[in-house]
């Protein structure tokens, strides 16, 4: 049933290591999107896919790579993961680009690097 | 630049109104969107404008006026679980991908 997950929901890691997060969405959408939210709340845009193409990759450090295997898929690699890293990230999709396009959110992962 | 401007903190009794303000300037304009997000829950979509205008859905309205760079999201027969943050959205224009641009949103708390 549900639209976008992600996993895990909480992940606790050291500083240095490496980890993925998971996103996937049964909606048909050709849009999927990660997000980075502080701890001000501030959401922001880190990465968007279109049709497994990446078409938005914001000043984000070359630590953090997607991976879209497949348009219902968009996975999210950190290298060297940094205490400044500890934040809630959330997966998106849309249908498309359209300007109407709504984009729906995942359930959010929060991570806090020790 | 891009600025998105919504008050920090608002407080409202049960069966009020309320409103909140949201400004922006950005370098394009492609529409506004309103999000719900409850405490440690997804950002819940409320509302979108591109035209100017109310756009009315149940007990939440949201109303835009591009010329100003103003929007306002308007809650009305407040109930105890709309107590919740509410984001301000600006869809930038095409070739930058769908991208939205968030306010930092606007801690509604609804009091008895």
């Known amino acids: 049933d549900t639209a976008v997950s992600q996993t895990p929901k909480y992940l606790v890691t050291q500083m240095g290591n490496d980890k993925s997060i998971k996103c996937e969405q049964n909606?048909?959408?050709?849009?999927m999107y990660w997000y980075k939210q502080d701890s001000k709340k501030f959401l922001k845009i880190m990465f968007s896919?279109?049709?497994?193409?990446?078409?938005i990759n914001e000043t984000v450090p070359n630590r953090f790579s997607p991976k879209s295997p497949d348009k219902a898929h968009l996975n999210l690699h950190i290298n060297s993961l940094e205490l400044g890293d500890s934040a809630v990230y959330f997966c998106?999709?849309?249908?498309?680009?359209?300007?109407?396009?709504?984009?729906?959110f995942g359930p959010g992962t929060r991570l806090t690097v020790l | 630049g891009q600025n998105i401007d919504q008050p920090t903190e608002m407080t409202a009794t049960e069966g009020a109104i309320v409103q909140i303000n949201c400004t922006y300037q950005?370098?394009?304009?492609?529409?506004l969107f309103w999000y719900q997000q409850h405490a440690g829950e997804a950002p819940t979509f409320l509302s979108y404008?591109?035209?100017?205008g109310l756009e009315e859905k149940g007990r939440f309205s949201s109303f835009l006026s591009r010329s100003k760079g103003y929007s306002y999201l308007l809650l009305k027969e407040l109930q105890m679980k709309d107590s919740a943050s509410y984001l301000c959205?600006?869809?930038?224009?095409?070739?930058?991908?769908?991208?939205?641009?968030f306010g930092q949103g606007t801690e509604l708390s609804v009091k008895p």
């Open positions: 404008n591109v035209l100017d």
């Open positions: 909606l048909g959408h050709d849009t």
């Open positions: 896919y279109n049709n497994k193409e990446l078409i």
């Open positions: 950005t370098s394009g304009f492609n529409g």
């Open positions: 998106a999709s849309s249908p498309g680009l359209a300007r109407t396009d709504t984009q729906y």
């Open positions: 959205a600006v869809r930038a224009l095409g070739n930058q991908g769908g991208k939205l641009i």
